[in-house]
């Protein structure tokens, strides 16, 4: 097992620095580029050309990469120039990070919970009106796209039937203590039950649209699995020995039919985390979805480059987890 890590982790770190190299050539593709990012339309050519010495963008493209790389390493990406003009921009990451954690994590669990027990009971009922009315609407929620979806939710349970928050994580007016910046669990954490009823209420209309698109996958690739393990002659022998059908789904079934779907829920989970940009610019929930696309449509260089390297890396941590899980699971996956 631990070899099996060691492999994994040798190749995280080689798609890491793969990633690192492609932000690195992307950024200094962009219309514009840093130094105009940070001077603005006024910029004359002696402040353009002091600045360009100051970040080192004269030197030869590889003594560049590896500053680059060691400022990373330190954590400096340096001021934001448009998002919050001035502050550090690893500082608006993880400020914003538990947001869209808080979100994914809703979104996720909302997905499971529904898509596999679903994506069990429609293959066990093959053909049926349940089976093709929830094949409909798996794909019903991968055709919708999630932007639309989320404007539907929100004029329909937000503004024509104000049920929940039309925008934000909370209502400021509450005062609730910060702590960790997890709303839901702040308000646990200082018994301000309040506050996280109310962190709760926000979440629920972006949380559902956002979880339509892996609720969709996995209740596909949980109905498609379980079919499969259905066929095969284990699961007919332990019917025809007459074991219990608990039994059978536990032992045989579900254990068999879930290591794909884990591998799913890997996948979709560190998408959520990457790319919740249209959902949260919906209901302005000031996560690092948001705030991507604020700082992509302000050339805010140095917001960029933080979010898109600390996405790549949860994304790929999250599937070293997937990995390790799958390995428990199923031992022959350790010597592969």
Same mark, same amino acid.
């Given at each position: 097992?631990?070899?099996?890590?060691?492999?994994?982790?040798?190749?995280?770190?080689?798609?890491?620095?793969?990633?690192?190299?492609?932000?690195? !050539?992307?950024?200094? &593709?962009?219309?514009?580029?840093?130094?105009?990012?940070?001077?603005?339309?006024?910029?004359?050519?002696?402040?353009?050309?002091?600045?360009? +010495?100051?970040?080192?963008?004269?030197?030869?493209?590889?003594? $560049? *990469?590896?500053? #680059?790389? $060691?400022?990373?390493?330190?954590?400096?990406?340096?001021? &934001?120039?448009?998002?919050?003009?001035?502050?550090?921009?690893?500082?608006?990451?993880?400020?914003?990070?538990?947001?869209?954690?808080?979100? &994914? /994590?809703?979104?996720?669990?909302?997905?499971?919970?529904?898509?596999?027990?679903?994506?069990?009971?429609?293959?066990?009922?093959?053909?049926? @009106?349940?089976?093709?009315?929830?094949?409909?609407?798996?794909?019903?929620?991968?055709?919708?796209?999630?932007? #639309?979806?989320? !404007?539907?939710?929100?004029?329909?349970?937000?503004?024509?039937?104000?049920?929940?928050?039309?925008?934000?994580? $909370?209502?400021?007016?509450?005062?609730?203590?910060?702590?960790?910046?997890?709303?839901?669990?702040?308000?646990?954490?200082?018994?301000? !039950?309040?506050?996280?009823?109310?962190?709760?209420?926000?979440?629920?209309?972006?949380? /559902?649209?956002?979880?339509?698109?892996? !609720? +969709?996958?996995?209740?596909?690739?949980?109905?498609?699995?379980?079919?499969?393990?259905?066929?095969?002659? *284990?699961?007919?022998?332990?019917?025809?020995?007459?074991?219990?059908?608990?039994?059978?789904?536990?032992?045989?079934?579900?254990?068999?039919?879930?290591?794909?779907?884990?591998? @799913?829920?890997?996948?979709?989970?560190?998408?959520?985390?990457?790319?919740?940009?249209?959902?949260?610019?919906?209901?302005?929930?000031?996560?690092?979805?948001?705030?991507?696309?604020?700082?992509?449509?302000? %050339?805010?260089?140095?917001?960029?480059?933080?979010?898109?390297? +600390? +996405?790549?890396? /949860? *994304?790929?941590?999250?599937?070293?987890?997937?990995?390790?899980?799958?390995?428990?699971?199923?031992?022959?996956? %350790?010597?592969?």
């Amino acid at each position: 097992m631990a070899r099996f890590i060691i492999r994994r982790l040798i190749q995280m770190v080689g798609v890491v620095i793969v990633l690192s190299l492609l932000l690195f !050539f992307w950024l200094r &593709s962009l219309p514009g580029g840093t130094v105009s990012a940070i001077l603005g339309e006024r910029a004359t050519p002696e402040s353009r050309a002091a600045l360009s +010495a100051a970040l080192g963008l004269d030197d030869p493209i590889h003594v $560049q *990469y590896l500053k #680059f790389v $060691q400022r990373a390493l330190q954590g400096n990406f340096g001021a &934001s120039t448009a998002v919050l003009p001035g502050r550090d921009a690893l500082d608006i990451f993880t400020t914003r990070l538990p947001a869209t954690i808080e979100l &994914s /994590i809703c979104a996720m669990v909302i997905a499971v919970v529904f898509a596999i027990p679903l994506g069990y009971l429609a293959a066990k009922r093959r053909g049926t @009106t349940f089976d093709n009315g929830t094949v409909v609407l798996s794909l019903i929620g991968v055709a919708v796209p999630v932007f #639309f979806l989320a !404007f539907l939710l929100k004029y329909w349970f937000a503004v024509e039937t104000p049920l929940f928050p039309v925008s934000g994580r $909370q209502d400021s007016a509450l005062g609730c203590t910060r702590v960790t910046g997890f709303f839901v669990l702040d308000g646990i954490l200082t018994r301000e !039950f309040d506050c996280s009823a109310d962190a709760l209420r926000h979440l629920v209309l972006p949380a /559902i649209a956002l979880a339509t698109i892996p !609720f +969709a996958v996995i209740f596909r690739i949980t109905r498609a699995s379980v079919l499969d393990v259905l066929d095969e002659d *284990y699961v007919r022998t332990a019917e025809a020995k007459g074991l219990t059908m608990q039994t059978i789904r536990g032992r045989h079934v579900m254990r068999n039919a879930l290591l794909p779907v884990i591998t @799913t829920i890997g996948l979709q989970t560190g998408g959520l985390l990457a790319g919740a940009v249209l959902t949260e610019t919906v209901f302005n929930f000031g996560g690092i979805g948001s705030t991507l696309f604020q700082a992509f449509s302000q %050339r805010d260089y140095a917001v960029l480059q933080v979010l898109i390297i +600390a +996405a790549a890396v /949860i *994304y790929v941590i999250v599937n070293l987890i997937v990995d390790i899980s799958y390995a428990v699971i199923d031992p022959r996956v %350790r010597t592969r």
